[in-house]
């Protein structure tokens, strides 16, 4: 049916998974993940789910598979393996995958990119060798980071090293919520060391779970996942295990980031994917009143919504893809897209699950349903793995730069080739983010301009530049974070438009789906300016851009098109994939 071929073709199938752009080894690895879950059955998956049990069945098919080593060993340390390297594409197709089938199986594998990162951007030789050899074993990473009375604050750190008198320390200290920091063989842990001052005082070194003087404490989640709180006692350091001193260490832990949480917004779109699969399939079985679920208006523009949203989250998130794989220290657009796709697709995500979870009502609570699930753990990516607000006031500092000083930069084409993507273990001081440069944004909506909600949208943004131009934040409003906030959520639809209409022009999407999505970011414009105009600060001229920003989505026998045809790719999703029992 080619409405069903349409929508698939822009989402997981897992019956019809043949990605022929990898390698065959990169091929089999995806598939055989894949085979395991669905021969595993979905009944297993939820029992497993709500009776929190350990995903020991997971790691050890990744272990014997070698899944772990042979996607995260750089080629540098694959001991001349070629089907080990660093491939941001196929580690995003790994983290797609195991999102589908729960965040809990994803998790495992995130915290690990983590624990590694700090590894690979060291210059310690010893202590590469030593992760290859584990992951080669089958082991599992931890990034020992945060803590329990001070997060992520790394200037705290009550982790301390104390020499020992014979050129090495013993680190004494405690970690909390470090996912695999109950069995990971390869720990990355920040500290620092004791009778030092300023950042020279800071350190990452190497921590083995298996080291008697390393002390599990407990799982801190109610949760398959385990996420520790450890405590080292005495654990000897020698200068053999130091990763990264100094300002190094800083720039190693915001870098880590950098690589490792991208990969959140995959893991939001494969749960999003299977929750729509189910929901449209529910809603469109079930009869109420002598019609489908679907028949009703109101399911229809929800699902709808939760469609159009789950392929711009796709087409963002893979647009992002080329541009990391592209990087090198003249290109660092990525540090820009990095935030975007932590904070905007993974909240985008949250709104696709609400959405389905008013259309399925009762269904979604259903210890037998995958949507019970991901309706619950979704909420895990924005708000614990990468923070809102953090991630906002992040991309604020690209924002000059990326509306007023465009310059011409190399186009960047699809990277999905079998390249190592070395460059992210060598990425550099964490600074200088208000040099970065873009390229114009305004090309990429010029070429969807006869599409009438993208015509809105882009009278939009180009209205928030004349904003910024004539009434822009005071010396007061700059200091006040909420204010800011709602500035970085206009700016962030910005950013997540142009590279959405970048992919779409790569990989050429029907532009029926593309106008209703913007259709939807036109609401969520109008919405985020309406946030703007309450808050306390907001100034009357500034009040009364807000005003003049709400816009209504295109309407008329154009709209009503777009919006039918979309629907009919909706509808097809109906049966078009169901987990084996």
């Not at 995003?92 to 700090?118: C, D, H, K, R």
């Not at 209409?501 to 939807?520: K, R, S, Y």
Request: aromatic share 12%; glycine share 6%.
């Amino acid at each position: 049916m080619p409405s069903e071929a349409n929508a698939t073709a822009q989402l997981l199938h897992p019956h019809r998974y043949d990605p022929a752009h990898f390698d065959a080894e990169t091929r089999r690895l995806l598939r055989a993940t894949i085979d395991w879950f669905e021969t595993r059955g979905k009944q297993r998956l939820t029992a497993a789910y709500h009776a929190k049990e350990y995903y020991a069945d997971f790691l050890e098919f990744a272990a014997r598979e070698g899944l772990f080593a042979t996607f995260l060993t750089p080629s540098a340390d694959a001991a001349g393996n070629p089907d080990k390297r660093w491939d941001t594409s196929r580690i995003a197709a790994l983290s797609e995958i195991l999102g589908f089938y729960g965040l809990n199986y994803w998790y495992p594998w995130q915290v690990t990119v983590l624990g590694l990162g700090p590894v690979w951007q060291s210059g310690n030789a010893e202590a590469r060798a030593w992760a290859a050899a584990a992951l080669e074993a089958g082991g599992t990473g931890a990034f020992g980071l945060s803590e329990k009375e001070h997060g992520a604050d790394i200037y705290s750190s009550d982790m301390v090293l104390t020499p020992d008198g014979s050129g090495g320390w013993t680190a004494s200290g405690s970690k909390y919520y470090i996912g695999n920091g109950d069995s990971a063989r390869v720990v990355s842990v920040f500290g620092r060391i004791d009778g030092r001052e300023g950042p020279d005082q800071y350190v990452f070194f190497r921590a083995d779970s298996a080291h008697p003087a390393y002390q599990v404490v407990k799982n801190v989640v109610p949760s398959q996942m385990y996420v520790a709180e450890f405590r080292l006692q005495d654990y000897p350091v020698a200068p053999s295990d130091l990763l990264h001193t100094g300002e190094e260490a800083f720039s190693a832990a915001l870098n880590t980031v950098n690589i490792g949480k991208f990969n959140l917004c995959f893991g939001g779109i494969g749960m999003s994917t299977h929750a729509l699969y189910e929901a449209v399939t529910h809603a469109h079985r079930r009869i109420l009143f002598g019609n489908p679920v679907t028949a009703f208006p109101h399911v229809r523009r929800e699902l709808t919504d939760a469609y159009v949203r789950l392929i711009g989250m796709r087409l963002f998130s893979d647009r992002a893809i080329d541009y990391f794989r592209a990087a090198s220290p003249e290109d660092r657009r990525y540090l820009l897209y990095n935030p975007v796709t932590k904070m905007k697709v993974t909240t985008e995500a949250e709104t696709v699950m609400a959405l389905l979870a008013d259309v399925v009502a009762a269904k979604g609570f259903e210890k037998d349903s995958y949507l019970a699930i991901a309706r619950t753990d979704v909420t895990g990516l924005p708000k614990l793995e990468g923070t809102v607000a953090v991630n906002l006031a992040l991309i604020a500092k690209f924002l000059p730069a990326y509306l007023f000083l465009p310059e011409e930069r190399p186009a960047v084409p699809i990277r999905r080739d079998a390249a190592d993507d070395e460059f992210l273990f060598r990425q550099g001081p964490a600074r200088g983010l208000s040099k970065v440069r873009f390229h114009d944004w305004r090309p990429a909506y010029a070429k969807y301009a006869h599409l009438p909600n993208v015509a809105l949208f882009t009278q939009q943004a180009e209205s928030f530049t004349q904003l910024l131009a004539t009434a822009p934040p005071d010396a007061a409003q700059q200091q006040d974070l909420d204010f800011g906030l709602a500035l970085s959520e206009l700016f962030t639809l910005v950013v997540y438009g142009q590279l959405i209409l970048e992919q779409a022009e790569l990989t050429a999407v029907d532009e029926p789906v593309l106008d209703v999505l913007f259709g939807a970011l036109v609401r969520d414009f109008s919405a985020h300016a309406t946030d703007l105009h309450g808050k306390r600060s907001t100034t009357p001229a500034q009040q009364e851009w807000a005003r003049a920003a709400l816009t209504r989505p295109a309407d008329g026998p154009e709209a009503e098109a777009a919006s039918n045809a979309v629907w009919d790719q909706v509808v097809s999703l109906s049966g078009a994939y169901e987990m084996k029992a």
